[in-house]
């Protein structure tokens, strides 16, 4: 295992991002940053007279994309913490001027060696159970037009799922959650 794996520390970092994500310091002015109430929340304010700034700690925004074939499900192979080994729907965190549906067509071919075209808009979700953040989660459902599956940068492994068979390790409530959803909303129950 790389020493990125091995040093990962799932515990700290939920304890570092329920502290701020770690924020000691005002980024403007270099003051310590202290507990205040504001906005109705306890929020980390500069104290300094001169500098108005409030640390929000704000989710970040994530993409993927549902394909399903057969009424089989692609799923990748997590390669790199948390979570690895675990399964995960093709999803990544979106980059500083992208749009969504770019992030999820990215992170797609960047996983699974895939290129595929979005049909439609699925569902979003509040992802709290990874220790690196809090994330926003979009979910496309989309068609593969090319490329061929491999696993390939944040993938150990890309498969197709049975829904009825399903890995028991998937990695994130959302999810677990998108896969009930799908399931819920597109499958015939017999």
Same mark, same amino acid.
């Given at each position: 295992m790389s020493k990125r794996n091995d040093d990962f520390d799932a515990e700290e970092l939920f304890r570092r991002? %329920?502290?701020y994500c770690g924020y000691r310091f005002c980024p403007r002015c270099g003051e310590t940053l202290v507990e205040k109430e504001t906005d109705g929340r306890r929020r980390r304010v500069c104290p300094?007279?001169?500098?108005d700034f409030v640390f929000y700690?704000?989710?970040i925004p994530a993409a993927g994309a549902i394909i399903v074939r057969d009424d089989r499900i692609l799923l990748v192979k997590r390669a790199h913490p948390p979570k690895v080994g675990w399964w995960c729907i093709p999803a990544g965190f979106m980059e500083w001027h992208e749009h969504p549906t770019e992030?999820?067509?990215r992170e797609l071919e960047e996983e699974t060696g895939l290129k595929v075209h979005l049909t439609s808009f699925f569902e979003v979700y509040s992802g709290h159970d990874d220790p690196r953040s809090n994330a926003v989660l979009l979910l496309y459902l989309a068609d593969v037009v090319g490329g061929t599956p491999r696993a390939a940068d944040d993938?150990? %492994?890309v498969r197709f799922f049975s829904f009825d068979d399903l890995p028991d390790r998937i990695a994130f409530e959302a999810h677990r959650q998108a896969l009930a959803d799908y399931t819920r909303r597109y499958r015939r129950s017999d």
């Open positions: 991002k %329920e502290d300094s007279e001169t500098c700690q704000n989710p992030t999820a067509v993938a150990l %492994e």
